[in-house]
């Protein structure tokens, strides 16, 4: 069993910056993928970034603003937001793809909420 714990969310200001975190722990021998979904009220869950250990993705709406990041000693993800927008506000969930097809995980959810 693998267990996410997510940390970072809050209240900004338009332009401001959050850092999320992502902790996974457990059963976990390799990890492929560590990524980013977000879900604002009414929406469906959608990719904001994805990181391997050679490449990253981003959605179009945050480049440039966000980075994604891993340490993998740790299996620790982040994302670093900047230049936050209203329309950023969404509940943000981490994601983890094990190695080996072992599944896939997901974390409880931590809120952002941009005032504008």
Known sequence: QVQLVESGGGLVQAGGSL????????SIFSINLMGW?????GNQ????AQITSSS??????VKGRFTIS????KNTVF???NSLKPEDTAAYYCN??????????WGQGTQVTVSS
């Open 19 to 26: 850092r999320l975190s992502c902790a996974a722990s457990g």
């Open 37 to 41: 979904y977000r879900q604002a009220a």
């Open 45 to 48: 869950r959608e990719l904001v």
């Open 56 to 61: 990253s993705y981003y959605a179009d709406s």
């Open 70 to 73: 891993r340490n993998n000693a």
């Open 79 to 81: 994302l670093q937001m």
């Open 96 to 105: 983890v793809i094990l190695g080996s097809g072992l599944g896939s995980y």
